[in-house]
């Protein structure tokens, strides 16, 4: 069944949507809910690479306590699926704005709250443990996060130009971090003193910029057309997780699949290799910082690029293609690392991310909203993106610090590893059904 349509669905299913300000305020809230997100997990993925290790793991020697700050950076990732799981369903049954709001408070103040933490040598063992308490909460509000900007914004944009309006959202993921490799790169040169005595705290703290403005345009925005109209027709469902296994299992499989390549090679370029390069390659600690931050400035022109791709080929297409060209790309990519050139370091991840990572990321805004149904897509993309971000983001650093544990060091099954995720996702490509120009408001899944 589709829901009749309204005057708020048909500016928001409309060519002529990209003139209307409430797309305009729901880009600008999905994008900076999105940067804060990015940086909060950017600052602590950067954070326990270069210096969690001498704060809350001293005394370890360098293998063991690169796996030991990871296995609590993976934890977050644990919190996430629950979050999605909790909010998601929210989501669907009491509309997007109101998650997405306590979302962001909640992520945010959990990573203010990391850069007040007292350290081992104060604290005991009572500093990791909060750590760890900290990252389950930061892990839990990001858990719906994405999943809301994403929705939000496929819901409000033009079907013909949907793929690059959700896109553009994920462009505050590379402004997010942007400015996290940012800080941390003048940081990184600091003596260690000075940097594990104070400064390390300044990034965390400069969170709370962010949440407010977070907040504030949150409580300004209005509900999504879509949504709207499920209230409008009495539909909205009372029991969105139960339409969601009954319907949508397949759609669910597809998204984890989809999810492997993307979301576990970012994360080996962005945070694992910032660790390689430096404790492995032997390279200054500020190489891989600038090498990421070199990857999202990329980012923020490849990301809406890919996404008006998707509305011209389809979205089945690009991602296929870009999940190939990271597999082809893995072996020369850790191999040109190894050399420890900081130009090709900073040329390797940001194609790696720029170019593999986006491409699929570009289709993947608009797609895994189309997959889904109206009355269950909230919890949908959240639980899809989440549980699949345990086993292909969460632990890919901790997988990543365990095989140079196991092979003395090598990148060749570093290489094996991206190739296997980039594999996966291809394969999965030919059980996606293309969603372009897909009507939200159809409450049944893409088939």
């Keep these: 069944m589709t829901l009749p349509t309204t005057t708020s669905s048909r500016s928001a299913e409309g060519d002529s949507t990209h003139k209307d300000p409430g797309l305009r305020r729901a880009l600008f809230t999905s994008s900076v809910g999105s ?9 602590y993925g950067i954070a326990s690479a270069l210096v969690f290790k001498h704060l809350f793991f001293p005394g370890l020697g360098d293998a063991v306590g690169l796996v030991a700050i990871f296995a609590t950076y993976a934890v977050g990732f644990v919190a996430r699926p629950l979050g999605g799981l909790f909010f998601g369903s929210l989501g669907d049954r009491y509309g997007r704005k ?8 909640l992520m945010g103040g959990s990573s203010f709250a990391i850069g007040l933490l007292p350290t081992y040598h104060t ?11 900290l990252r389950l909460l930061q892990g839990f509000g990001a858990g719906a996060e994405q999943a809301g900007a994403s929705t939000l914004m496929a819901e409000y944009a033009p079907p013909s130009r949907r793929g690059y309006y959700a896109a553009l959202p994920f462009v505050g993921i590379q402004v ?3 400015l996290a490799t940012a800080l941390f790169v003048p940081l990184a040169k600091l003596d260690e003193d000075v940097l594990f005595g ?3 705290r300044v990034p965390f703290l400069l969170s709370a910029v962010l949440i407010l403005v977070a907040v504030y345009i949150r409580l300004k925005l209005e509900e999504s057309p879509a949504f709207a109209q499920l209230e409008e027709a009495g539909e909205v469902s009372k029991r969105p997780l139960r339409d969601l296994m009954v319907n ?8 984890f699949g989809l999810r492997m390549a993307e979301n576990g090679t970012s994360y080996l370029y962005s945070t694992f290799s910032i660790s390689y390069v430096t404790a492995v390659v032997g390279v200054s600690s500020s190489v891989g910082p600038l090498a990421v931050a070199c990857a999202s ?4 022109v490849t990301i809406p690029v890919f996404g008006m791709v998707s509305d011209r080929i389809g979205r089945v297409p690009l991602y296929r293609w870009a999940a190939l060209f990271q597999a082809l790309f893995a072996i020369p990519a850790f191999a040109l690392m190894s ?17 593999g990572v986006n491409g699929m990321l570009g289709s993947q805004c608009a797609l895994l909203a189309e997959l889904f149904g109206a009355r269950h897509r909230y919890t949908g993309v959240a639980i899809g993106r989440e549980f699949s971000a345990i086993i292909a983001g969460g632990v890919a650093p901790l997988l990543g610090a365990t095989l140079l544990l196991a092979f003395d060091d090598s990148w060749w099954p570093l290489a094996g590893y991206v190739m296997v995720l980039s594999l996966i996702t291809f394969l999965t490509t030919f059980a996606t059904p293309e969603t372009r120009g897909r009507d939200l408001t159809d409450p049944a899944d893409a088939r």
């Design 35 to 43: 940067a804060l997100e990015y940086y909060d997990f950017a600052i």
């Design 98 to 105: 109101t998650v997405l709001v306590v979302t962001v408070a």
């Design 123 to 133: 604290a005991g063992m009572w500093s990791p443990v909060l750590l760890m308490v």
């Design 176 to 178: 997010g971090m942007l």
């Design 198 to 200: 104070w400064v390390w």
């Design 248 to 255: 949508s299992r397949r759609n669910l499989f597809i998204t």
């Design 297 to 300: 400035i990329a980012g923020v």
């Design 339 to 355: 050399t420890g050139s900081t130009v090709l370091i900073c040329v390797v991840i940001t194609v790696g991310i720029g170019v």
